[in-house]
């Protein structure tokens, strides 16, 4: 079986996971964490999983490569925002880990890096369904 | 008579599979029991519940066909239906760690834990396998 094959297979049972993954990471942390994690916090994660899904609204065959034509521009302004809520959302985390290694009275380390980790994998996990869901 | 005997041993080996199904899921189970009643302790039957929530995407909206999971399909269902499995699984070993990782069980419960999910996924396997086996002589 070649591996575009296992891919289309098996594709979004790994998606599934690493999405699992990422939020259970974060479940762990406002589990294990001494102080009450702010609603801000749990922001990025949010915005990561609406992003996942607004670029996994879009089917794959429907985006027209041709930069000159008006193409499907309403598409494209669609994958645009998703795009930038996603960096925006993985920004913010990184930002409210270095917060959170800085300020001391605040929520620990391991809650700022388990925000980064779960945009990261939620992300990925949009990707990987992005690519591997057939039509 | 050979015939009569390759038949005789083909099922055999379809018994001894079911034995070793069976064998598998109850060691499962009991492993699952274990780990809350050896320590007195019983949050890890929290992750029963993921248990009960994994086949349930594939029961409703896959339909009757169970081995559209192991093929690429076109449908729509089927794809979301792989993705809730997925995320049911990694829920399986996710509250389990989370709740050794907040203190409310200890080592010991977590590898019986955990052991109990693997065993629970080699009696897939074994289940898929022999019902795989079983087609192919079929079509003979």
Redesign the interface.
């Known amino acids: 079986m070649e591996l575009s ?1 296992l891919w ?3 594709g ?10 990422g939020w ?1 990471f974060w ?2 942390a406002v ?2 964490s001494s102080v009450n994690v702010p609603f801000l916090h749990y922001l990025p994660g949010i915005f990561a999983t609406i992003a996942a899904l607004m670029f996994n609204c879009v089917r794959r065959e429907d985006i027209d490569y041709t930069p000159y034509d008006d193409g499907e521009w309403r598409l494209k302004l669609w994958l645009f925002f998703a795009y930038v809520v996603s960096f925006v959302s993985l920004a913010a985390s990184v930002g409210l880990l270095i917060q959170d290694s800085i300020v001391k009275s605040g929520p620990s380390v391991w809650t700022g890096t388990a925000g980064v980790l779960q945009c990261v994998f939620v992300l990925i996990s949009g990707l990987i ?1 992005w690519t591997s ?3 | 008579m050979m015939a009569d005997l390759l038949g005789y041993l083909r099922n055999c080996l379809q018994t001894r599979k079911l034995a070793v199904l069976a064998i598998l899921v109850s060691g499962g189970i009991v492993l699952q029991i274990l780990a809350c009643a050896l320590y007195n302790n019983w949050w890890p039957m929290l992750s029963v519940i993921i248990y009960v929530l994994l086949p349930m995407p594939l029961m409703f909206l896959a339909g009757s066909d169970g081995y559209s ?6 449908n ?1 269902w089927v ?2 239906t ?10 399986s070993i ?2 389990p ?2 709740l050794k ?2 203190g409310v069980i200890g080592w010991g419960a977590l590898v019986m834990e955990l052991s109990s999910y693997f065993i629970f996924l080699l009696a897939i396997l074994v289940y898929i396998r022999m019902n795989d086996d079983g087609d192919d002589y079929n079509f003979f």
């Open positions: 094959e289309a297979i098996f979004p049972g790994v998606a599934g996971a690493v999405f699992g993954a259970w479940v762990d589990v294990c369904y869901h057939p039509e | 999971l192991l093929s690429e399909s076109d729509g794809t979301a792989k993705f809730l499995t997925g995320a049911s699984a990694i829920g996710a509250v760690a989370i990782h907040a």
